[in-house]
T-cell receptor, first 115, second 109 residues
Framework: DTGVSQDPRHKITKRGQNVTFRCDPI?????LYWYRQTLGQGPEFLTY????????KSRLLSDRFSAERPKGSFSTLEIQRTEQGDSAMYLC?????????????FGPGTRLTVL | QKEVEQDPGPLSVPEGAIVSLNCTYS??????FMWYRQYSRKGPELLMY????GNKEDGRFTAQVDKSSKYISLFIRDSQPSDSATYLC?????????FGRGTSLIVHP
């Protein structure tokens, strides 16, 4: 399967704990995006990478959130000192950055529950 | 007012019906318009991608964009129970899309 993969698929944690999610994009896709989706809402943009460079961050991304994409391949999203309001689906998407189409392909998401 | 407005539904139709899903938007900078389908607890799957105004057809799906009215539509012909999902509209000017909240569609046999 050459689609976007995310790990883990589900994560349950206690408030105050740190969590880390991983995203593996489609091979050779230069752009990688992170989104957060809560129940009944569309995905909200968090941040994106062009290769290993983090080019844009949403104001939704508080200082408890950090994302990396070492070597321009997989990416990790870490949430420190989790809060109940962090409970959501965290989606990763990648795109080939060819011209202006920039079609994004989503992974299955990581569902986070903070108790 | 949100940049992208989408009725959450649910929209319930009988199998074989023509389904019309719509979004309105306020940002004139949006030039690229997408429709995604999302099954429960799965990631969104791209269905249609349109640049600027006009129509685009792909099998049973037709996407329409009216930039003058800031209104986009997705039509599904001969709807099937397997089409039951949440349909998200998305649009962008640069690289970062803005999504609607999604419309829940139920196609019953």
């Amino acid at each position: 399967d050459t689609g976007v993969s995310q790990d883990p698929r589900h994560k349950i944690t206690k408030r105050g704990q740190n969590v880390t999610f991983r995203c593996d994009p489609i091979s050779e896709h230069n752009r990688l995006y992170w989104y957060r989706q809560t129940l009944g809402q569309g995905p909200e943009f968090l941040t994106y990478f062009q290769n290993e460079a983090q080019l844009e961050k949403s104001r939704l991304l508080s200082d408890r959130f950090s994302a990396e994409r070492p070597k321009g391949s997989f990416s990790t999203l870490e949430i420190q000192r989790t809060e109940q309001g962090d409970s959501a689906m965290y989606l990763c998407a990648s795109s080939p950055s060819s011209g202006y189409t920039d079609t994004q392909y989503f992974g299955p998401g990581t569902r986070l529950t903070v108790l | 007012q949100k940049e992208v407005e989408q009725d959450p539904g649910p929209l319930s139709v009988p199998e074989g019906a023509i389904v019309s899903l719509n979004c309105t938007y306020s940002n004139s900078a949006f030039q690229y318009f997408m429709w995604y389908r999302q099954y429960s607890r799965k990631g969104p799957e791209l269905l249609m991608y349109t640049y600027s105004s006009g129509n685009k057809e792909d099998g049973r799906f037709t996407a329409q964009v009216d930039k003058s009215s800031k209104y986009i539509s997705l039509f599904i012909r001969d709807s099937q129970p397997s089409d039951s999902a949440t349909y998200l509209c998305a649009m962008r000017g640069s690289y970062i899309p803005t999504f609607g909240r999604g419309t829940s569609l139920i196609v019953h046999p």
